[in-house]
């Protein structure tokens, strides 16, 4: 019997469909949940128009009619075939929104430089890389629309998307993501969450890794295919259940450009070269050998099998010095550890051995997620590592390592969701028991500004500056026990790291940094004039940042003004009192968030005279 429109009505309000989508470099996958029931996460099986496959990963490609970038398309498995016939597509450029970042990883990496893909178009940035996402996910949206607009009550349902993001990249960057995803009119604005990647697999770890217990720190490695990204966590609480825990971050995250696609590459070279004098290859030989490799080969690989692994292509012409039979190719384990694996894996190795190093307190526990993460040599070759060994690291991987992202992503946008409902709508609501969440993370890079100080012994002589007319000077307040020199005396623009890599921040709760400025009282001139406040925000991804200004390892990433007219600015005598100085007591703010940094000036906070100036948007270019 068909449903009232009342029924369903109803039923719409009842909850919300939460759609998390794992966008990833080579795959992405979507999995989603009904706030309104128990069960889920769901994985997305079926691609509309990405293709028939029934596979819970669809690649992230684009195919357009006209070869270029506009007009029709294909995306996912469709566009996936026009490549295995030799055309060139549209790879990779999820990487073109933070071309700055990636392309700095590009040039430090060694396989980018010798593994370059023979199927993808060159790479795009800016608004041609955007339109590129925009066009991919508007086809993962019409996917999702059509799995759950088969379901009546589903579809008459608030749908809200949440987008995985790469942790390492920077805030602007990564709010590129959400501008796409607008444009594919998945939402508008906070209909629209960003998560990182890395925090949506710790989350997921919690969920199915039992031996992972409260106050343990453990390192989640996401071999993906395109990138490796490494992150550490604290595990702050955990309920018995396993359903209510807080996540702390344990160390800065890392990562490089050395996910399994690399294998694709190497393999295909390898065998290249391993047949260059073979008289009778062709070619097209080479896409069953890259499918069986894919598909069969890789993620199975343990560098343990004794028997050979055979290809067979129909064509081939026997000749034992090639280790060719008649249509069949044969290869064995040592030729493909030493030739291809250990080429990608030895990469990953030190990624992990690094990350582990970095970790505030021992590491329990190594777990392994993404596509690669499920491979059983990656996993040897990790529990081998001489860190691991010497402190007794277990290395794990998710059983559904590929998807572990985006089903993590789901279970934190529920906490999320949780923690922002405030009125109950009447339906049965599971998320107060679903508490999983990060609530704190390490600082990834250093934030500080500068400020004219005193020139100290050891200070580099090049770095003198001659005494300030105005007496104009911004210190830190707890270096304020020494006698300030406002208007005379040698300076230094010395640089203060407020907030310095692997601080702990906890999450989307404002930091403060007291600072002060002193000005010369200048007789004419109004106070607010003479005592304008402008800083700028400096930032630094060296582990040890620099000590004074104008270094380039560190630049501006935002800066503002505070303007103190109207108020009364507290005066302070010098020279037995014949010179007076401004001093004003002020604050920078800093909100760091899971896919957000802000800062503001504070002047007066919690007083009746409380002013603030919200720093421009961060840039980190």
């Known amino acids: 019997m068909p449903q009232s429109s009342g029924t369903v009505s109803a039923a719409a309000g009842r909850g919300k469909v939460l759609v998390a989508v794992d966008f990833g470099t080579t795959f992405t996958s979507v999995a989603y949940a009904h706030t309104a029931e128990a069960a889920g996460p769901h994985l997305l099986m079926s691609w509309g128009e990405g293709g028939d496959n029934t596979e819970g990963q669809v690649p992230t490609v684009l195919r357009y009619d006209n070869g270029e970038m506009s007009g029709p398309y294909v995306w996912g498995y469709r566009a996936q075939r026009w490549a295995q016939q030799s055309e060139r597509i549209h790879e990779w450029f999820k990487l073109g929104l933070c071309d700055d970042f990636e392309e700095r990883r590009a040039r430090e990496s060694e396989l980018a430089k010798l593994y370059d893909s023979k199927t993808a178009k060159p790479p795009v940035k800016g608004e041609d890389c955007e339109k590129l996402v925009r066009d991919y996910l508007v086809g993962i949206k019409q996917a999702v629309d059509k799995k759950l607009g088969a379901d009546e009550q589903v579809a008459a349902m608030e749908r809200l998307y949440i987008i995985t993001v790469p942790a390492l990249w920077d805030y602007s960057e990564q709010e590129k993501t959400r501008t796409c995803a607008e444009r594919a009119d998945m939402g508008k604005g906070s209909e629209i969450t960003l998560i990182p990647e890395s925090e949506a697999a710790g989350i997921w770890a919690i969920k199915n890794m039992p031996s992972i217990e409260e106050g343990d720190a453990f390192v989640v490695c996401d071999a993906g295919g395109g990138t490796v990204d490494l992150t550490s966590f604290r595990v702050k609480s955990l309920s018995k259940n396993r359903r209510q825990c807080e ?29 260059q004098d073979y008289p009778s290859w062709d070619p097209d030989f080479m896409i069953d050998a890259l499918g069986a490799f894919e598909t069969r080969i890789k993620p199975n690989f343990s560098g343990r099998n004794r028997d050979a692994h055979f290809i067979r292509i129909q064509g081939l012409k026997p000749s034992p010095r090639h280790g060719i039979k008649k249509n069949f190719l044969e290869l064995t384990d040592d030729e493909l550890r030493v030739n291809v694996f250990d080429i990608v894996i030895n990469k990953i190795r030190v990624l992990v051995r690094d990350q582990i190093k970095h970790t505030e307190g021992s590491v329990k526990e190594v777990v392994l997620a993404g596509g690669f993460g499920r491979n059983p040599y990656l996993k040897r070759r990790l529990q081998n590592l001489d860190c691991v060994v010497r402190q ?230």
């Open 247 to 275: 996540l702390v971050g344990a160390g800065a995250g890392s990562g490089g450009l050395c996910g399994s696609i690399f294998l694709n590459r190497i393999f295909e070279k390898y065998l290249e070269e391993k047949l």
């Open 392 to 621: 007794g690291i277990k290395v794990s991987e998710f059983e559904d390592s590929a998807t572990a992202i985006v089903k993590g992503a789901v279970t934190a946008s529920l906490y999320g969701l949780e923690r922002a409902t405030v009125a109950f709508d009447g339906a049965f609501n599971f998320m107060s028991t679903r508490r999983v969440g990060v609530v704190s993370r390490k600082a990834g890079r250093h934030y500080g500004t500068w400020g004219y100080d005193d020139y100290k012994d050891g200070d580099p002589i090049e770095k003198k500056y001659g005494a300030l007319d105005d007496g104009l000077a911004v210190s830190r307040k707890a270096n304020m026990m020494r006698r300030e020199r406002r208007d005379d005396g040698v300076k230094v623009a010395r640089m203060h790291w407020f907030a310095k890599m692997n601080d702990d921040i906890p999450n989307g709760e404002p930091q403060y940094y007291p600072y002060e400025k002193i000005a010369k009282v200048i007789p004419g001139k109004k106070a607010h004039e003479v005592c304008l406040i402008d800083i700028p925000i400096f930032v630094c991804e060296k582990r040890n940042p620099p000590e004074y200004r104008n270094d380039p390892n560190a630049w501006k990433i935002t800066d503002f003004s505070l303007d103190l007219q109207g108020l009364t600015i507290p005066t302070i005598p010098h020279n037995g009192g014949r010179t007076r100085f401004y001093k004003a007591n002020f604050e920078i703010e800093m909100i760091l968030e899971a896919t957000s940094l802000t800062f503001c000036g504070v002047y007066g906070r919690n007083t009746p005279d409380e002013r603030r100036c919200p720093a421009k948007k961060v840039s980190f270019k």
